[in-house]
């Protein structure tokens, strides 16, 4: 399958001279550095900053590359993977000429980051169960359609979409880019396309350490991709995208990931838990299934539960007015204690709502 990046990445980026940092300049890590205008008494509270991060991350990436089983090359890091998005879209889409395809119900920031570029953004929207409508999507695509953006799974229904389908995808169209969004992959395993990237160049593979990791307050996200595509994302982006305490704290992180697996499995087991218990409740009507740390759950009484647990400082997320979401809240998985808590209250708006 080929894929030329050369036409596909916009004319005047693959062509672009990228801001050459003083630390692009000079490598070493040893030396008295006078080339970069930084504080060299250190910083105001002693906290180790007054040097410029590594713009290329690369310590990071050496240690990264052998836990995703990639090249460094086939890795981006961004702050958040909303960067990321927001680069891609950059990158691929030429603003009032081309476009992007979304399969709603799906996260925001893909027609966020469309609308900000003036990328006309093209619909497809999931089928009842939220999986890929494919003939929906071939009637869809337009010879502009740059890119095409798939969540699994999917937020905010929480399910894997279906593999087979992903696939006909990526094959009918080498010369789009196929964005896989895995920020929830660890919740299901083996499923993630990391491990056949390799042959479908095509294919961007975004995740972050926002949700299994439990690091959403660093703002890390991760793009894996051919190296010609992540070489373009690498030149456009702020040089220091990742501070230097954020690239501290995930190289230690790094060193954790049976601790984000041990976590991975309570919220499974809490996510049981509470589905379990949610079924038995007067409110719910249904709870689509999950591959994620989240529930859609549809309730009789979306807007009135919504905000009566706001009222009781439960807070869940209304998605009622969301296509194919009619109904429906979406609700995190917590603790055990704070799902108990969500239940009880539940139970107390059931019994000052009871049946008409
Ligand atoms: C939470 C989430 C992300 C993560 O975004 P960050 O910017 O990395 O925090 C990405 N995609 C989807 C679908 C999400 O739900």
Redesign the pocket.
């Known amino acids: 399958m080929k894929t030329d990046f050369s036409t596909l990445v916009r004319p005047h980026l693959w062509n672009l001279t990228p801001y050459s940092s003083a630390r692009d300049e000079y490598k070493g890590t040893e030396g008295v550095f006078l080339d970069a205008n930084e504080n060299p008494f250190g910083s105001v509270t002693g906290e180790y900053v007054n040097r410029y991060p590594d713009p290329h991350q690369t310590e990071i990436k050496r240690k990264l590359s052998q836990i995703k089983g990639v090249r460094e090359e086939q890795i981006f890091l961004g702050n ?3 960067e990321a998005i927001d680069l891609l879209i950059k990158a691929i889409c030429t603003p009032l000429e081309q476009s992007i395809l979304i399969l709603p119900p799906t ?1 925001g920031m893909y027609k966020v980051c469309a609308d900000i570029q003036q990328v006309t953004v093209l619909s497809a929207p999931l089928t009842v169960d939220f999986d890929i409508d494919l003939p929906r999507v071939e009637e869809t695509i337009e010879p502009s359609t740059q890119m095409i953006w798939i ?1 699994s799974p999917n ?1 905010p229904s929480g399910n894997l979409v279906d593999r087979e389908k992903i696939r006909t995808i990526v094959e009918k169209y080498p010369q789009k880019i196929v964005v896989i ?1 895995e ?2 992959i660890d919740f299901a395993p083996d499923a993630s396309w990391l491990p056949v990237l390799d042959q479908y160049p095509n294919v961007v593979i ?1 995740q ?1 350490f ?2 299994a990791w439990g690091m ?1 307050g660093l ?3 991760m793009a894996f991709a051919h190296p010609e595509l992540i070489a373009i994302l690498n030149k456009i982006k702020y040089p220091y995208n990742l501070n230097i305490l954020t690239q501290k704290a995930l190289l230690q992180a790094l060193d954790h990931e049976d601790q984000k697996n041990q976590m991975v499995q309570d919220l499974i087991q809490e996510r049981q838990i509470l589905a379990e218990a949610l079924q038995n409740q007067a409110e719910v009507l249904h709870i689509f299934p999950s591959d994620s740390n989240q529930l859609l759950v549809r309730v009789k009484n979306p807007s009135d539960l919504f905000h009566y647990l706001i009222g009781q400082k439960v807070i869940t997320r209304d998605r009622s007015n969301v296509l194919l979401c009619e109904g429906c809240l979406r609700i995190s998985i917590g603790t055990r204690e704070e799902n108990q808590h969500l239940l009880s209250e539940m139970n107390r708006f059931s019994a000052l709502h009871p049946e008409t």
């Open positions: 958040g993977s909303d996260y969540c937020n969004d920020a929830y975004l972050t926002s949700k959403a703002r890390l996200g």
